[in-house]
């Protein structure tokens, strides 16, 4: 046990260590080809509701997936025991799945051995944070919330993880992650005021200012009158503007562009939105948690 009163866990897995579970993985298979997946995270949640913790956990969680395919068949299986006999019974499974499955004709192997951008996915302090700083910021929430009697009700969380793929073709990729997320929601009377935040360093979730932004939505919910029907200019926060464009863009994807399935298919180079509206796909960008690759590689 930590001097802090919390279970020490074990170290994350290393790249080094995940690139040996990988070679034991593909030295074991049988398959056309083998692709291994590793999440090995340790995270920490604090849940707050009528201004008192109800809550708090911390927890680790790993897991290696191995995928093996003959041909168009394929099976996955996945094991939380990262020993060397159990990495090998996993890739037996697999293998014994994929045997047993139908050609998967959207199949595709991995890619090929590439190189990926490398963009700030790990801090420090967010790493570092632990149930005391989560506590710091859970009361200071209540605490504020308490000052102009309102209710209090949320979470605070921080998390960091290793994850990595390998594949039969020589694919190799492994990095950190960290992720804290700050959400609250203030209660005065019928009336309610949100805010939220979700960032790579902890830092960043500046906990005092949205817990006043939430406060503030709360105390003027409580001055809300009805408005004949009628045309409005009303200006969303990002929040909303996000929940709104996030269906259309799980839809701009090209497979179901090409099967004819997608309501844009046949609409390649025209405008579908209003051309005020840009949509970038900036993975670099610190408040946005980028990430270098995915568990397909």
Known sequence: MSTTGHKTWPKLTSRDEFRFLAEQALKRSTGDHTLVSLHDQHSGTTRFANNQIVQNVDTRRGSLSVTVAFGRRRGTAGTTDFTAGAVQETV??????????????EYLPPVEPQPYMTPPTTRAETAAAGPARRLEYTNEAIGQCRMENLGAAGIVSSSIATVGVAASTGLFAHEERTDA?????????????????????????RVQERTLTAIDKAKRGLEVRELPPGCYTVILEP????????SLLWMLDAKSYEKGTSAFSGKLGQLIVDKRLTLRNLPAHEDLLGIGFTADG
Request: glycine share 6%; aromatic share 6%; proline share 6%.
């Open 181 to 205: 997320r700050f959400s609250l929601t203030a209660q005065a009377g019928e009336a309610t005021g949100w805010s939220a935040a979700a960032h790579r360093p902890i830092d960043h979730l």
């Open 92 to 105: 037996t499974r697999a293998t014994q799945i994929a045997h047993l499955s139908p050609d998967d004709p």
């Open 239 to 246: 929040a909303a503007v996000a929940g709104l464009w996030s």
